[in-house]
Each structure stands twice: as C-alpha cells, then as structure tokens.
C-alpha cells in the first residue's frame, strides 16, 4: 500500500516538475478563421543555445485522419523568443478535431514539448 501511495505521489508531482523546468521553452499558438486554423510554433532556449525542432499535425473526422510531420532547425538564441519557427494554415471541418505536437530538442539533448488541440465544434 505505501508503494502504491508514493507512485501516485511521483506520478502526480513529476509532470509539474518537468512543466516547470522547460516553461515557456516551446509553445504553440493556435488561430481560426473562416474555417482555417493558423498553426505557429516558438521557442525560447536559453542565451547561446540551438536547437532542432519536430512539428507533428493530426487532423481527424468522419473521413479519416492525416498526419503530416515537419522538422526543422532552432537558430542560436539570444535569451528572447525565436519565431516563428513554423506557421501552417489547416482546414478544420466542423466535426473534425486538430492535434498540435511540437518537441523542441536544444543542443544539450535537453527537450521542450508543448500539445494543442482544436475542435471543428
């Protein structure tokens, strides 16, 4: 039962330490307009520091699912926020959903993750 309690313990804390340590290091911003979602991808690594980045879309519905993958470089960051590294314009039908995953890897190995998700309402 204490193992029990202390893996939950873990399980519950270790996201928000992770959250933490790479906040604001990678993000997404999400737009929609006449049925078009804009997709923008940032990144703010620290001073001196480069990086590579992987975007991944998944767009499902009622006809199916696509993903569509793209990867890049992250330039030498001078403390501010780069981008954005990539800008992407999507249809989202009205009873389709959007998954946007961005994994942003800095020259250190260390990695930055942030997910979005738009609904077709």
């Known amino acids: 039962m204490k193992l ?25 911003s999400l737009s929609k307009d006449n049925g078009l979602v804009t997709i923008e991808t940032f990144s703010r690594l620290e001073p001196g520091h480069s990086g590579k980045y992987i975007l991944e879309v998944m767009k499902s519905g009622p006809n199916g699912r696509s993903v569509n993958r793209q990867a890049g470089s992250v330039p030498v960051s001078d403390g501010d926020a780069t981008g954005p590294l990539s800008t992407a314009k999507i249809s989202l039908e009205a009873n389709a959903d959007l998954t946007v995953h961005l994994r942003v890897t800095d020259d250190e190995g260390r990695v930055f993750e942030d997910t979005a998700v738009k609904s077709g309402e």
Do not use: E, N, T
């Open 4 to 28: 029990k309690a202390y893996l939950l313990a873990f399980l519950l804390v270790a996201p928000f330490q992770a959250l933490a340590d790479g906040a604001g290091r990678a993000w997404i």
